[in-house]
């Protein structure tokens, strides 16, 4: 789950990225099909949900201003963060960034 001023976006079983809308509690639109397989909420970055499924190993970026996938990266483990610019993740026992805006 992650929290917005105005939105709550969920994953669900059904591998859907559920929007909904914090004063009503309504929900307000759905991504079907994130992945293909279980998958998390790794964070919001400028105006992008990055959502990331292991089993799958890829993460996806989705703009919120229109609701449709921005990109897909073939990597993904369970540790994934995001501050400021940077995406981190942990494989392996290693910490690694990337740079967002190199995405």
């Known amino acids: 789950m992650l929290l917005t001023k105005e939105y709550i976006y969920t ?3 059904d591998l859907s990225l559920g929007i909904i ?3 009503t509690i309504e ?3 759905k991504y079907k099909n994130c992945h293909k397989k279980m998958f998390y909420i790794v964070g919001k970055w400028k105006n992008y949900i990055i959502t ?3 089993p799958c190993g890829e993460t996806k970026i989705w703009d919120i201003s229109n609701h449709s996938l921005y990109r897909t990266i073939n990597k993904a483990t369970w540790n ?3 501050k400021d610019n940077k995406l981190y993740m942990m ?3 290693m910490i690694s960034y990337a740079d967002m805006n190199k995405l």
Do not use: Y
Request: net charge negative; charged share 30%; glycine share 16%.
């Open 11 to 13: 994953g669900s079983q």
């Open 21 to 23: 809308d914090r004063e």
């Open 27 to 29: 929900c307000i639109d």
């Open 52 to 54: 990331a499924s292991v």
């Open 80 to 82: 994934m963060t995001i």
């Open 91 to 93: 494989d392996g026992g």
